[in-house]
């Protein structure tokens, strides 16, 4: 069973910056790819950013792009994500999740959609104020 956990949240005051954490464990990870999703109160889960685990092709969502930067250590079995000049807007619980499947398809479409990934983490609060 994979597990995924977060950390790295927290309250930040717009214009800073945050790095996020993911680690997981369970299996090996080579066919997989690790995205990040957020999701505001009252809002659609929303895809942020991804990067697949043995070719390391990174896909980034229109909304943060240019803000955004996701990174994989294989030694440690970790997805980051580094976020810059944030904005109240980028206030959600965001997580982390895994496609154990990711072979079957390398479009964005595909790797940006929830319903492509199979396993979730408990999510970790960010939120930004101006």
């Known amino acids: 069973q994979v597990q995924l956990v977060e950390s790295g949240g927290g309250v930040m005051q717009a214009g800073g910056s945050l790095k996020l954490s993911c680690v997981a464990s369970g299996r090996t990870f080579s066919s997989f790819a690790m995205g990040w999703f957020r999701q505001a109160p009252g809002k659609e889960r929303e895809f942020v950013a991804a990067?697949?685990?043995?070719?390391?092709?990174?896909y980034y969502a229109d909304s943060v792009k240019g803000r955004v930067t996701i990174s994989r250590d294989k030694d440690k079995d970790t997805v980051y994500l580094q976020m810059v000049s944030l904005k109240p807007e980028d206030t959600a619980v965001y997580y982390c999740a895994a496609d154990r499947r990711a072979y079957l398809s390398d479009t964005y479409s595909h790797t940006s959609a929830p319903g492509t990934y199979d396993y979730w983490g408990q999510g970790t609060q960010v939120t930004v104020f101006s």
């Open positions: 990067v697949r685990w043995t070719t390391g092709r990174i």
